[in-house]
Structure formats: structure tokens, C-alpha cells
């Protein structure tokens, strides 16, 4: 056995590498087989790599809170964001109906308004600062219309960034910004959690993305996804709001054991009202009057959710019920229930809870088709300010509805419900809040797109991520990955093949039969007599060299490598003796006037001296310009 050469080794050396690289291919598809649960601990997310498609999975953005509590219809834990560049802070609210970010101008703080009203409103936006700012025009709000607010704002683009400045928060360019001045409809701004896009018509067929639409395309997002839940001054150590945008904090909420671990809500036909849920049922455990459960809704209806507002918007039979109940006072100069300090403080030590049913359908399927949010008394112990009231007043958040299209659950509601909303599976769903010692723990779970690929359906919402699974077949984009390596694997090792095998052995076939075809040997005489017997009919007068002559490779004509191609056969001329002179041709032996190309023709004398040599492609041309095409058309210099 003879040893490898070069070409073999290298041959070799490029099979290992590339069945190398399909083994390791088919490994890494393996692993991406087996999911596991993409969870990320409050110290701070991390993205993660999902192999099957070859793309990086982005983590849950865990919206930073301010630490404030704030707000003129109640303390509410808020949001730091920032708008504009230079930036500038901004306290808002998470709206679950506005597509848009809302801040507040100056203007929403009068001359009548209390001395701290810019700070007391998250602070004020000053657009004329912003070097990113794009103004659009005046426009409704668009939110709330079924509640007859008629609120406008300024409208235009500007950068808006999650968190305070330096936290390096996500930030999208060219969002929707709304100045505002209004003081009884928000206090404080707003972040908007609506992805749908918004139509201005001042761009024509133009639909404007949303804040978190455009964090998804972006990437910054897992999925058009998000959970709130509000937060509880009156809970543990005072329990701040949790925004997750992209999936959802499983120590805030519980799954009560008689209800569905899957239940969700599909979203309502009418997007402006797509939170609905049906309510079943609204008890008290106890009234001003009686310690026993009193039921204060006697029929279902329908109420959507709706965080941008503190209110629970209720038909007016319920609002009489809880009248009864409680003993409450409507105020109808500023259209709430306010509660002078006997009422508050008879509220305070009686300490009902009132309980919500909840259920996709009314009536509900089965028992466990429904979920029970209850809300203690502190949930609906709020204050009033300026506006409503010269100084703080307590009230209880309970407005009047006139039709069943104002039934809604506002932000009270929300301080002991968690709603997670699958803007791509086009349902949510909402659970009682957990107060315990991990409530503050965050175990945040991502909600991947349906784009992703995953073999579970996680429980909690109803919705597929990335949960363990039993399952190890390959997905469909690990087989792909198998496929296209696989292929370009057999295009290299063809192509290794003909390089280093196939190529080689054919030239040397080529040069051995090369050699074979060699002409044979001539000695010519000092006369050139070999040579006639060589070229019989060819007229001989020089000597030639005497070493063998071979054809050159892959020369297709019949003619030797001594002969040059044309109708006259041309020979190298004398080496050895006095160069000869040839004949013109024209004029005789005197006349030097032209020059010709040597002749096959005998020649006689001297050749002039003042032959010149044929240049190639690029030789001198009559009139000594250059022969080089590039060259033509150019300027000099």
C-alpha cells in the first residue's frame, strides 16, 4: 500500500471537516428538540437562543416602576418612561384601551391648580425641548368615547424609552405621542397597551404602529403579549404595579383549585371593547346590615376591562344595590360616590369584600369555566382631589352606567386581578393576585409568538411557551437545518473530489499522452538536408537547432511548434552565419522604403537594419499613438 500524497491528505482532511460538521449539525438540532422553560429572575432577563430557527428569542421586558403613588382619584403605583431626545422623565399609567403614549403639557396645570400640580401629574413634557419630535395635529383620544369623554390631544411622533434615564431601558423611535392638558379624564399620562395600529387622517391610508407593535418588530419582545396587574398600597409593605410586556410574573398571581388552569378569555369582535368578560355574579360577604352574603347583581352582563380609568362602571340596579349595601351617598354635583368621615370610617371597621364572578359566557359552561376575583374594602377606599374637591376626600369608585356598553371594570379592579393579554392567540386571561412572602419575587415567563416553534401549552394563559416537554422527535425547522447542511455538505465533498482526484489524475493522463505524441527526432545536416526528408515539399535553406521538437499542449492545428500559422509556409531563420538580407518584394533589392513580415521565400543579402520587432496587441501604431483600449476616450494628465 502506497502512503498518501499532498492531495490525498488534503482530500481526506476536507471529507473529516465536512462529515464533522453534519455530525454536529444533527447534534445541535437534537438539543433543540428538547425545550425548556425560558424564565428569567428579577436580577435582570436574558435572551435566549432558540436553534431551531436559527434566531435569538428576545426576553420579557419587566417595565421599571417609579416608586411613586400618585394620582388626584387615588394613590396608583406608576411608570417611569422617558420622551424626546434630550429626554425627558415622564410618570404614567398603563392604559389597556390606548394605542398611543399620552403626556401631560403645562397647560394641564391652571392658575387654579395646587402649587405641586406639574409634579403631582407625573411631570409635564415640554415638546419645543424634544430634538426627536415630529408634530402631527390635533386629534380626539380616541378611548372612552362609550363613557362621553370627548378628550383631545396634540399629536405627533416622538423617541419614547422605558425607564428612567441611564436604565437602558428599550426605546422606539417615531412612537405615537399625545400632549395633553385635560385635567377630570387622566391625571396622570399614559402607556398606551394596545397594539393595534392607529389611522390619522393626516397620513391617508397610513396606519400609524402602536408602542408595542413596534417593540415586536423590533425584536425587543418575545410576542405581542403583556400583564398588569395594578399593585396594592394597602397589601403587605405597600405592593407596587407589575408590567410585563412580551409575558407574565407567576409570583402575582394564583390559580384558584376550582377553576381551569386554562381557562381563558377569547377577545371581544369589537377591538374597542376586545377586554370583555362576562360577569355572573357580584356578592358581599357582609353589609352595613347584615353579616350574611348578599348578592348585588341579579343577572349577568357583559364589562370590559380597562385600565385607563379608576371607575367600575356598573348598571344602575347594581349601583342601587350597593347604595343599600353600604350605605352610599351619590354626589351629584361631582357625579361620584363621595363618603363623608361617619360613612368612611363605619366602611373602614365593617370591612366587606365584595367578589366578582367571572366566565367567558354567561351563563357559564360548568363550575370550573368561571373565576372569582374578590376585592377587600381597602381595594375601593380611594381619595379625590383638585378637581373634584378643594381638598382630599374619600369616595368609592363606583359610577352610574346609562347602557350596557359602559359596563366596565376600571383600575381598582385591576389592584387584585392579573390579566394577561395574547394579542396573537387573541385571548386573555385574569386571575386573583398571590399576597405572600414571594409576591415580590419575580418569576417572569415568556409568551412566545406563534411564529416559535414549541411542543407545550402552557396552562397559565392559555397560550404555547416554551414549558418542558416529553416530546424529543426534531421540529420542522431542525430538520430543515439537517437538510440544507446535508446538501452543502455533498456540493463540498463533490467539489473536494473533482479538485483533489479527478483533476489531478486527468492532467497527468493528458501530459503521458502528450509525451507519447511527441515527433520524432531529426538530425539536420549543416545544409538542412535532414530536414527535406522531414518537410518533403517545403523548400529548405537555414539550419535548424538541433534538440528535439515536441508539439505543445493542446495545440490544434497542423502545424509544428517551428511553423507559424498562415497560407505560406514560414522557417526560422540562420543562426549561424551573417544575417542575410531579404527581398522586399517591390522595388528590388535597393528599395528600403517598406517593411514586410519575413517570407517562407528564399532570401537573399542582408535584412535591413532598421528591422523593428512586432509588438503584441498593444504594438505601435502609424502615427505613434497608444494601442490600449482602456486608454481610449481619456484626457491626458
Given at each position: ?359 367567558p359566557e354567561v351563563p357559564a359552561k360548568s363550575s370550573d369555566q368561571a373565576v372569582q376575583i374578590t376585592l377587600p374594602y381597602s381595594a375601593f377606599d380611594l381619595n379625590v382631589s383638585w378637581p373634584y374637591a378643594e381638598e382630599s376626600t374619600a ?243
Amino acid at each position: 500500500m502506497r502512503a498518501f500524497g499532498h492531495r490525498t491528505a488534503v482530500f481526506l482532511w476536507t471529507l473529516l471537516s465536512v462529515v464533522t460538521g453534519l455530525v454536529l449539525t444533527g447534534e445541535e438540532a437534537v438539543q433543540s428538540a428538547h425545550p425548556a422553560q425560558k424564565r428569567w429572575s428579577k436580577e435582570g432577563p436574558h435572551a435566549l437562543k432558540r436553534r431551531q430557527a436559527n434566531d435569538t428569542i428576545a426576553a420579557p421586558i419587566v417595565a421599571s416602576v417609579s416608586q411613586y403613588w400618585e394620582g388626584n382619584d387615588g394613590p396608583w403605583s406608576s411608570f417611569a418612561i422617558q420622551i424626546g431626545n434630550k429626554p425627558q422623565n415622564i410618570r404614567v399609567l398603563p392604559s389597556t384601551a390606548s394605542t398611543s403614549t399620552w403626556a401631560v403639557y403645562a397647560e394641564g396645570c391652571p392658575s387654579d391648580a395646587p402649587s405641586d400640580c406639574p409634579d403631582s401629574r407625573g411631570g409635564t413634557f415640554n415638546p419645543n425641548n424634544s430634538l426627536t419630535r415630529v408634530p402631527n395635529s390635533i386629534f380626539q383620544l380616541g378611548v372612552e368615547e362609550n363613557l362621553d369623554f370627548q378628550v383631545f390631544g396634540d399629536f405627533g411622533f416622538d423617541t419614547v424609552t422605558l425607564g428612567w434615564q441611564g436604565s437602558g431601558g428599550p426605546s422606539v423611535d417615531h412612537s405615537i405621542v399625545a400632549g395633553i392638558a385635560d385635567t377630570t379624564f387622566t391625571w396622570l399620562g399614559v402607556l398606551g397597551l394596545n397594539p393595534r395600529p392607529t389611522n390619522f387622517s393626516t397620513f391617508p391610508n397610513n396606519p400609524q404602529v402602536s408602542f408595542i407593535q413596534a417593540l415586536r418588530n423590533q425584536n425587543s419582545i418575545p410576542s405581542l403579549s403583556w400583564a398588569y396587574t395594578a399593585g396594592a398600597q394597602y397589601r403587605l409593605n405597600k405592593v407596587y404595579g407589575s408590567l410585563i410586556l412580551g409575558g407574565y410574573d407567576t409570583a402575582r398571581f394564583t390559580k384558584p383549585s376550582d377553576t381551569s388552569t386554562d381557562l381563558t378569555f377569547p377577545f371581544y369582535t369589537d377591538i374597542a371593547r376586545d377586554l370583555l368578560v362576562g360577569i355572573t355574579s357580584i356578592t358581599t360577604d357582609k353589609t352595613t346590615s347584615s353579616s350574611s352574603e348578599t348578592k348585588l347583581l341579579d343577572s349577568s352582563i357583559f364589562a370590559m376591562l380597562d385600565s385607563t380609568i379608576p371607575y367600575f362602571y356598573l348598571p344602575e340596579a347594581v349601583c342601587a344595590a350597593f347604595e343599600s349595601a353600604f350605605g352610599l351617598t351619590y354626589n351629584t354635583t361631582s357625579d361620584l360616590y363621595t363618603l363623608n368621615s361617619t360613612q368612611h370610617a363605619t366602611l373602614t371597621k365593617l370591612n366587606p369584600s365584595i367578589t366578582f364572578t367571572l366566565s367567558p359566557e354567561v351563563p357559564a359552561k360548568s363550575s370550573d369555566q368561571a373565576v372569582q376575583i374578590t376585592l377587600p374594602y381597602s381595594a375601593f377606599d380611594l381619595n379625590v382631589s383638585w378637581p373634584y374637591a378643594e381638598e382630599s376626600t374619600a369616595y368609592f369608585p363606583l359610577k352610574r352606567a346609562t347602557n350596557d356598553t359602559q359596563y366596565t371594570l376600571g383600575r381598582a379592579f385591576f389592584q387584585e386581578a392579573y390579566v394577561i393579554a395574547d394579542y396573537e392567540r387573541q385571548n386573555f386571561s385574569v386571575w386573583p393576585c398571590k399576597w405572600d412572602s414571594n409576591t415580590n419575587n419575580a418569576n417572569v415567563v415568556a409568551i412566545l409568538s406563534t411564529d416559535a416553534s414549541t411542543n407545550n401549552t402552557d396552562s397559565t394563559s392559555g397560550t404555547n411557551t416554551s414549558s418542558g416537554s416529553s416530546k424529543k422527535g426534531l421540529s420542522t425547522g431542525a430538520t430543515a437545518g439537517i437538510g440544507i447542511g446535508a446538501a452543502l455538505g455533498v456540493v463540498a465533498l463533490a467539489a473536494s473530489l473533482w479538485f483533489f482526484l479527478l483533476k489531478p489524475r486527468r492532467a497527468q493522463k493528458q501530459r503521458a499522452a502528450e509525451l507519447e505524441a511527441r515527433e520524432p527526432h531529426v538530425e539536420l545536416g549543416p545544409h538542412g538536408s535532414g530536414l527535406s526528408s522531414y518537410y518533403p515539399n517545403k523548400d529548405v535553406n537555414a539550419e535548424l537547432d538541433s534538440r528535439p521538437r515536441h508539439e505543445m499542449p493542446d495545440h490544434d492545428t497542423k502545424f509544428g511548434i517551428l511553423e507559424a500559422p498562415g497560407e505560406r509556409p514560414k522557417y526560422e531563420m540562420d543562426g549561424t552565419g551573417t544575417p542575410t538580407e531579404l527581398d522586399g518584394g517591390v522595388g528590388g533589392k535597393g528599395n528600403r522604403g517598406v517593411v514586410h513580415e519575413m517570407d517562407a521565400q528564399p532570401a537573399g543579402g542582408k535584412l535591413a537594419s532598421w528591422l523593428k520587432m512586432e509588438r503584441g496587441p498593444d504594438r505601435e501604431r502609424d502615427g505613434g499613438g497608444s494601442y490600449f483600449p482602456e486608454q481610449a476616450g481619456r484626457g491626458g494628465g
